[in-house]
């Protein structure tokens, strides 16, 4: 019914920037939250940022300062800019939403399948 897409990930040298984007399609009548986890190899999930309807944000302290969440409603898409990129911050992205669904209007949770950063020179 709802579908999340990633894109944006790949190989960046540290200090570089890449700009991740996830957008959702599908059944959707109102979009809550959103926001990004990562996954690095060996660890478990952990958030990186988040961003409510009103667009209020929430970072992990290892990213406060050089990664901003934004959203664009009209496009029912979530954006992370990642700057001053570190070879800590290599993982798996992933896109979260929490989604109001038609015609039900239940709330839902939303992911979607990852997109790889890697910071390496």
């Known amino acids: 019914q709802v579908q999340l897409v990633e894109s944006g990930g790949g190989l960046v040298q540290p200090g570089g920037s890449l700009r991740l984007s996830c957008a959702a399609s599908?059944?959707?009548?109102?979009?809550?939250?959103m926001g990004w986890y990562r996954q690095a190899p060996g660890r478990e999930r952990e958030l990186v940022a988040t961003?409510?309807?009103?667009?209020?944000?929430t970072y992990a302290d290892s990213v406060k300062g050089r990664f901003t969440i934004s959203r664009d409603n009209a496009k029912n898409t979530v954006y992370l800019q990642m700057n001053s990129l570190k070879p800590g911050d290599t993982a798996v992205y992933y896109c979260?939403?929490?989604?109001?669904?038609?015609?039900?209007?239940?709330?839902?949770?939303?992911w979607g399948k990852g997109t790889l950063v890697t910071v390496s020179s």
């Open positions: 961003i409510t309807g009103d667009s209020a944000t």
């Open positions: 979260y939403a929490n989604i109001m669904i038609k015609p039900t209007f239940y709330n839902m949770n939303s």
């Open positions: 599908g059944s959707i009548f109102a979009i809550n939250a």
